[in-house]
Each structure stands twice: as structure tokens, then as C-alpha cells.
């Protein structure tokens, strides 16, 4: 008689449950695929995600599809978790969001991080109360003057040291790097 394996305890099945229920609303949040083919009318690679929406692209958006027979498009696979789409016979694998990435570019990255900005939530909500009740944001400091220094100057005509309050304007090493400020 096979052995019977251990029964789960309560804190592992709490982790199972805890992972499908990850599972289940990044299916629903993430560019998941749930089926893919080649639509030889269009010439695209069709790709239907978990969440209900769908896409096209055309195969010369890969260099290792585009010139590829529409039999060898046509067999295209979705990997189980549905984040990659794959070729066995080509040994070709795209991942779904990377196809989504290179559509849209560097546009899609700057629309999500404008809508991100945005979100609202009464966590959010809460930690902004929080830091309004501590002062809110620090302000930013003003840059600290630029350090004046007393200059020094033997004036040959006269005989007499001279002393000048200067502000460093460039290169120490450079001659003309300080200007002096006028009294007042």
C-alpha cells in the first residue's frame, strides 16, 4: 500500500490559499495570456489575456518571426501562467508584457507612471493626514552662501596693503575667478 503523505497544516494551507489568491488577481491586473494564434487574414499574432482584453502584432516586430511561413506562426503556444508566448519548433519565447512594451514603447511607462501618481487610496489618505499632523513635508533648504573670504593686495603705487571682501565666481587657480564685492 503506497504511504500516504502528511496532512497540510493549517499555517501551509493558509499559504496555499494566500498564493491562488495572488494568482487570481494577477490574472486579473497583470497582461496574462489565455490564448494566442495567428490570424493569416490580418497577418498578426492575436493575444487574448486573462483579464478579457486583447491585442494584435505583427510578426515583424521580432526579428526571429519575420520571416517566418504562416505555418510556423501559426503554432504558437501560451506558456502555462500565460506571461510568455512560445515557439517550441523555432525556439522563439516572448514574454506577453514584453510584447505590450514594444508596441507602445516608452509611452506606456509614462502613462502608467501618471496614472500611478494619481491613485488615491485611504492608506494614502491616512499616511498624508499622518505627515500634515507632523508639520508636513520638510521644506527644502536654501543652498548655503557662497563662503566670501578677505583678500589681501599690496598696491605698488601707494606703498599700502589692501584688503577686499571677494566671492569665488570660478577656478581658484584662475586670477580673474574673484570679484569683489562693494561696501556698503
Known amino acids: 500500500?503506497?504511504?500516504?503523505?502528511?496532512?497540510?497544516?493549517?499555517?501551509?494551507?493558509?499559504?496555499?490559499?494566500?498564493?491562488?489568491?495572488?494568482?487570481?488577481?494577477?490574472?486579473?491586473?497583470?497582461?496574462?495570456?489565455?490564448?494566442?494564434?495567428?490570424?493569416?487574414?490580418?497577418?498578426?499574432?492575436?493575444?487574448?489575456?486573462?483579464?478579457?482584453?486583447?491585442?494584435a502584432f505583427p510578426p515583424a516586430l521580432y526579428p526571429e518571426l519575420q520571416d517566418r511561413t504562416p505555418q510556423e506562426l501559426a503554432r504558437v503556444e501560451v506558456s502555462p501562467s500565460g506571461e510568455g508566448l512560445h515557439w517550441d519548433e523555432i525556439d522563439v519565447h516572448i514574454e506577453t508584457a514584453g510584447v505590450l512594451v514594444a508596441i507602445m514603447g516608452p509611452a506606456m511607462f509614462r502613462a502608467f507612471a501618471s496614472v500611478g501618481g494619481r491613485a488615491t487610496s485611504e492608506?494614502?489618505?491616512?499616511a498624508a493626514r499622518a505627515n500634515g499632523a507632523r508639520g508636513g513635508r520638510p521644506r527644502k533648504q536654501p543652498s548655503p552662501p557662497e563662503?566670501?573670504?578677505?583678500l589681501h593686495r599690496f598696491n605698488a603705487g601707494s606703498g599700502l596693503m589692501q584688503v577686499a571682501e571677494v566671492r569665488q565666481t570660478g577656478r581658484p587657480e584662475d586670477p580673474n575667478a574673484l570679484e569683489t564685492l562693494d561696501p556698503e
Open 1 to 55: 500500500m503506497a504511504k500516504q503523505p502528511p496532512p497540510l497544516d493549517d499555517a501551509l494551507r493558509a499559504q496555499f490559499e494566500a498564493a491562488r489568491e495572488a494568482d487570481r488577481i494577477a490574472d486579473l491586473t497583470e497582461p496574462r495570456a489565455s490564448d494566442a494564434f495567428y490570424d493569416v487574414r490580418t497577418g498578426r499574432i492575436v493575444v487574448e489575456l486573462k483579464m478579457g482584453s486583447a491585442f
Open 123 to 126: 492608506r494614502k489618505a491616512a
Open 147 to 150: 563662503p566670501e573670504r578677505l
